[in-house]
Antibody, heavy 120, light 107 residues
Framework: EVQLVESGGGLVQPGRSLRLSCAAS????????MYWVRQAPGKGLEWVSG????????GYADSVKGRFTVSRDNAKNSLYLQMNSLRAEDTAFYYC?????????????WGQGTLVTVSS | DIQMTQSPSSLSASVGDRVTITCRAS??????LAWYQQKPGKSPNLLLY???RLESGVPSRFSGSGSGTDYTLTISSLQPEDFATYYC?????????FGQGTKLEIK
């Protein structure tokens, strides 16, 4: 059974940093690209970042470019999102999601999400 | 960036109704479009990809069509479990943007 479990969310002050993790199991992690998608409370989905299986392709939404860094450790079946210079508008549930097929770029499994709240 | 515009933003319908949700891209996306369903407090669930291909396990009352910039999601006969919010997502180019969502409510 595929499982994606995010962790690392919490309350953080504006300008500070936070690192999210996503632990994956139930599939061959290093066969798939992985993604972060966020959702502000009561709002829609926003694609944040993605990383290919071999880290060769990485992309970011304009809203986080230069502040967030995605990475992965295939040996640990883990995906990460380093978030720096956090702003109030970064407050959201952050989901990790798995490529539905190698190179598909849409998502068949999602984690339950971890809430990041940026507030003083 | 490619902008995705869904319409309507909300929709009231009854069990058994046929409903259609539209998603328009700001430029052609060559059917690189997925649809998701999200229920309150839950993660999104993939319904269709490549504009019209049904994900495994998704009921056949869900269908998709379209090309170029204009795409539709149709639910042929609404069931009680279909009342949720629906999102389209283009995966033609990074950033892989979502539509703003369509909330389907019970009339």
């Amino acid at each position: 059974e595929v499982q994606l479990v995010e962790s690392g969310g919490g309350l953080v002050q504006p300008g500070r940093s936070l690192r999210l993790s996503c632990a994956a199991s139930g599939f061959t992690f290093d066969d798939y690209a992985m993604y972060w998608v966020r959702q502000a409370p009561g709002k829609g989905l926003e694609w944040v970042s993605g990383i290919s299986w071999n880290r060769g392709t990485i992309g970011y939404a304009d809203s986080v470019k230069g502040r967030f860094t995605v990475s992965r450790d295939n040996a640990k079946n883990s995906l990460y999102l380093q978030m720096n210079s956090l702003r109030a508008e970064d407050t959201a549930f952050y989901y990790c999601a798995k490529d539905a097929a190698a190179g598909s770029y849409y998502f068949d499994y999602w984690g339950q999400g971890t809430l990041v709240t940026v507030s003083s | 960036d490619i902008q995705m515009t869904q319409s309507p933003s909300s929709l009231s319908a009854s069990v058994g109704d046929r409903v259609t949700i539209t998603c328009r891209a700001s430029q052609g996306i060559s059917s690189s479009l997925a649809w998701y369903q999200q229920k309150p407090g839950k993660s999104p669930n993939l319904l269709l990809y490549a504009a019209s291909r049904l994900e495994s396990g998704v009921p056949s009352r869900f269908s998709g069509s379209g090309s170029g910039t204009d795409y539709t999601l149709t639910i042929s006969s609404l069931q009680p479990e279909d009342f949720a919010t629906y999102y389209c997502q283009q995966y033609y180019s990074i950033p892989y943007t979502f539509g703003q969502g369509t909330k389907l409510e019970i009339k």
